[in-house]
Every structure is written in C-alpha cells, then in structure tokens.
C-alpha cells in the first residue's frame, strides 16, 4: 500500500502543488487547510505515511498540533515546513521528535528525500515495536516463580544463589530456569541478559 501523506497548510495554491508532486512520486496525499481538519480526521498510525506541515497556520499552530498528536500517542512522523525559519521554533521542533525541518520554496528532490528518511525510520520504530511486544508476549507468559528466577539469574546469580533466595532447591530452579528460556524463545543466559535489558528489567536504580 503506497503511503500517505497528510500534508497541512493554509495556502490552497501550495497544498494543490504540494499534493500534484507527491502523487507524481506515487504517495497517496490528504491535504488539510488547518491544524483542527487534520484532528478531526482522526489519523490512522498503522498506515505508513508522515505529516508536511507548516508552521504558521491559522489557529492552531504547527509546534501547538505536533504537541497535541505526541499526547494523542500519534507515532506518524511530522516534517516541518517554513517560510520564516527561525531558531527557537526549529529546536523546540525537533527536541519534541519533528523528522525534518524544510524551508520554503523547498525542491522537490529535497522534499521527497525528508519523506522517504522519514518513512524508513517509522518503518524501523515499528518493527522494533513488534519485537518489543512479542518479547512482552512471552514475558506475561512465565509463572510468578519464573518470573523471579528470570529476575535474579539475569542480574548474575548462580543457581545455588537463586535456590537459596526463593527458599528452593537447586534442582527446581533449574527446571525454572529451563522453562523460562523455553518461554521466552532464547538458547543462552547471553540472550535473555539482552532481553531482560530491551524489557528494562535491568535499570540502573535495581541491584
């Protein structure tokens, strides 16, 4: 499925242009003539697509709505465009997780290229949000006991540790420990120390 574009500004001549370039480039294209239309189109995250949208719109600001849609739990990401590029904007911008920042006129070589980089990260973002959630999966898999085994032998401790932790035998905290690298899908203590860390069970505040 091509990606969609949700192109935000309240210049009609430039949203016409703006849309021709881009289906041209074979993206599907929205346009929006304020902050508010785009809100009330209650976006769709799982399409793969990005935001152009300009700074100064009438009403809501750009910086105000890419606020609003971080709040929304939007993960679409948003390029920025500008005819006055100032400073402060530019930084606030991307400190919150603006993609780009492009100043008008912008070509349609520079253009394309923002959206493209944006849409290889949000690709990235969200197959590494898959992994994540399927590591959750296994995770709410395990028994309470397990669950502690995973715990203390992902921060170093021996068996004869954990056995005398959890007031058990050596020989049932290995079946534990067995049953936990079964649940969740690893062959060595390396790749569930590096599991326990993507899950951040292992912060630094915790022994």
Not at 90 to 103: P, Q, S
Not at 160 to 174: D, P
Request: aromatic share 2%; net charge negative; glycine share 6%.
């Amino acid at each position: 499925m091509p990606a969609l574009v949700h192109v935000v500004d309240d210049d009609a001549s430039f949203r016409t242009a703006i849309e021709r370039r881009l289906k041209l480039a074979g993206y599907d294209v929205a346009t929006y003539a304020t902050a508010e239309d785009l809100l009330d189109a209650e976006l769709d995250d799982a399409q793969p697509g990005c935001i152009l949208l300009d700074v100064r719109i009438p009403g809501l600001s750009g910086p105000d709505l890419q606020g609003r849609l971080i709040a929304q739990g939007s993960t679409l990401p948003i390029i920025f465009l500008t005819g006055h590029a100032d400073t402060p904007t530019t930084v606030r911008a991307i400190k919150a997780g603006a993609e780009d920042f492009l100043t008008k006129p912008v070509s349609s070589e520079q253009l394309l290229d923002a959206i493209e980089r944006a849409l290889t990260r949000q690709d990235a973002a969200r197959t590494q949000r898959g992994k994540l959630d399927t590591l959750r999966a296994h995770l709410a898999t395990l028994t309470q006991r397990e669950r502690q085994v995973f715990d203390l032998i992902v921060r170093g401790r021996i068996n004869k540790q954990v056995a005398h932790e959890l007031g058990t035998t050596e020989r049932t905290v290995k079946a534990h420990r067995h049953q936990v690298m079964e649940k969740m899908q690893v062959h060595s203590l390396a790749e569930l120390v590096s599991v326990a860390e993507r899950l951040g069970m292992l912060d630094a505040n915790r022994d």
